[in-house]
């Protein structure tokens, strides 16, 4: 059970930015919000986490509502690098990572 | 960098094999998983392991077993494969307590006919 929502694709034009929804309305306190992408055939990447703050790194930026039942990824600048499937995940602790079926995102030039 | 290397890309068995996937890290990761990944299913734990002859069950244990003898390897093994077995099998490793911060192989391609 992912405990998360994703929209199945999306679409991005390419130099846009790209803002991948996530709902995660059952999450606990002391759950973070955890982002992997996935490359075509190659294994998943870690992207970027976070627990009610937003964050911002090389990569992206995660923005949490203040009521932490959703969160956005936001690529600010996408590039047809960016074309994967991107997953949402909420964990506790040092549980293993559970992968739901993710976001397939399209960059578009 | 990281490194994650697992022993084939693609992989044909027949049904009934034993068959061996391998997996070795090179950054001295005392975590080790084995996922499979298979459309509009995603990404499914099967084993992991926190250290040496450790050994934990995921969600997909069945039909599966693992071995981990030495730190930087951790192997899948399946006992006598089936056709339903056909999947795409990741590895990935991590330091302990970062479980977060997955490192992810390249993947095995396996067919089973």
């Known amino acids: 059970d992912a405990k998360t929502t994703q929209p199945p694709s999306m679409d991005c034009a390419e130099g846009r930015a790209a803002n991948l929804p996530c709902n995660h309305s059952t999450i606990s306190g002391n759950e973070y919000v955890y982002w992997y992408r996935q490359i075509h055939s190659q294994g998943p990447q870690y992207i970027i986490h976070g627990l009610k703050n937003n964050e911002t790194n090389e990569m992206a930026s995660l923005i949490i509502t203040e009521d932490r039942k959703s969160s956005t990824l936001i690529l600010p600048h996408a590039t047809l690098r960016d074309t994967a499937v991107y997953y949402c995940i909420v964990r506790v602790g040092d549980t293993p990572l559970v992968f739901g079926k993710g976001t397939r995102l399209s960059v578009i030039a | 960098d990281v490194k994650v290397t697992q022993s084939s890309r693609y992989l044909v068995k027949r049904t009934g094999e034993k068959v061996f996937l391998e997996c070795v890290q090179d950054?001295?990761?005392?975590?080790m998983f084995w996922y499979r990944q298979d459309p509009g299913l995603g990404l499914r734990l099967i084993y992991f392991?926190?250290?040496?002859?450790?050994?934990e069950k995921g969600d997909i244990p069945e039909g599966y077993s693992v071995s981990r003898e030495k730190k930087e390897r951790f192997s899948l093994i399946l006992e006598s494969a089936s056709t339903n077995q056909t999947s795409m099998y990741l590895c990935?490793?991590?330091?302990?307590?970062?479980?977060?911060?997955?490192?992810f192989g390249p993947g095995t391609r396996l067919t089973v006919t």
């Open positions: 392991s926190y250290d040496v002859k450790m050994k």
């Open positions: 950054m001295d990761h005392e975590n």
């Open positions: 990935a490793s991590s330091l302990l307590g970062r479980q977060d911060e997955q490192y």
